[in-house]
């Protein structure tokens, strides 16, 4: 029989036992590193979300500031400071006639220099004898300026007048407008159809409204101001002209003769009266 000894027992059973424990250990290992393995691929996931996202916002932060950017540099331009005006030769001298469109004809009195802002302006002093007002145009915008009319535009302005009217059968509101618009564009012949379209002549008969009638005043005063400078005659003598071709105030131009009048007046007295005769 062989010996046991205890010693060769308790080594087989401690052998027994470490290698169950370090089987043991390798299992736990091994989960341990699968829930690690899990945890960093999810973590990495978010993390890619996140950096996605933060460019997005990144992108459209820096679409939103571009936009910023042109935005601003289309509200704000920038100044240039001038110091002196652009340089134009006068056209036109002092004591010429010169017709501006909002005002009708006025006369240049001076040449004047205004100091606006810190620039030299030079400007045209106009007078207007109708209005009985004085205006100023910079030498720099004098296009908007017309000199007057030639005989030959007037010929024609009365050839115009003596015309049927055109009148629109739209909206008095818009025809206003238009009227308005032809007035103060400065431009003789839009000028002559407004008082033409807008000429009632001696008709009583027709009704016309107030701002009709202004609108006609308007342009008719500015046309016989116009006719006049031109033909160099009196104020009478151009509203004749007019009113000729507008076929206006014929009653008074052409009176009767006084002894048709005396003798209308002795009848009416013979009339009344019988026993004088």
Not at 21 to 41: E, Y
Not at 58 to 87: A, F, G, H, W
Not at 136 to 142: E, H, I, R, S, T
């Amino acid at each position: 029989m062989k010996k046991i000894s205890l010693k060769n027992i308790l080594k087989k059973t401690f052998k027994n036992k470490k290698n169950i424990n370090i089987k043991k250990n390798k299992k736990k290992l091994k989960k341990n590193s699968k829930k690690i393995k899990k945890k960093i691929s999810k973590s990495n996931k978010t993390n890619k979300t996140k950096i996605k996202k933060k460019e997005n916002l990144s992108t459209v932060e820096t679409k939103n500031y571009n936009l910023r950017i042109s935005k601003n540099i289309d509200q704000k331009p920038e100044i240039k400071k001038v110091k002196n005006q652009e340089t134009e030769k006068r056209i036109y001298k002092i004591k010429d006639y010169v017709v501006y469109p909002k005002h009708g004809v006025g006369q240049i009195t001076e040449f004047k220099k205004i100091n606006i802002g810190g620039i030299d302006v030079e400007t045209y002093v106009l007078k207007f004898e109708k209005d009985r007002a004085n205006g100023m145009v910079p030498v720099n915008k004098q296009s908007h300026l017309r000199p007057l009319a030639t005989i030959n535009q007037i010929n024609k302005c009365i050839s115009i007048l003596k015309s049927k009217p055109k009148i629109k059968r739209s909206m008095w509101s818009r025809r206003a407008q238009e009227y308005e618009a032809k007035i103060s564009s400065g431009k003789i012949y839009e000028l002559t159809e407004v008082v033409r379209d807008l000429n009632k002549g001696d008709d009583l008969m027709i009704d016309q409204s107030y701002s009709e009638r202004q609108l006609f005043e308007k342009a008719y005063e500015r046309l016989l101001t116009e006719f006049q400078v031109v033909l160099g005659s009196n104020l009478e003598d151009a509203q004749k002209k007019i009113d000729k071709a507008l076929k206006r105030n014929l009653a008074s131009q052409n009176p009767a003769p006084k002894v048709i009048k005396d003798t209308q007046v002795n009848q009416d007295n013979i009339e009344e009266n019988p026993e004088i005769s």
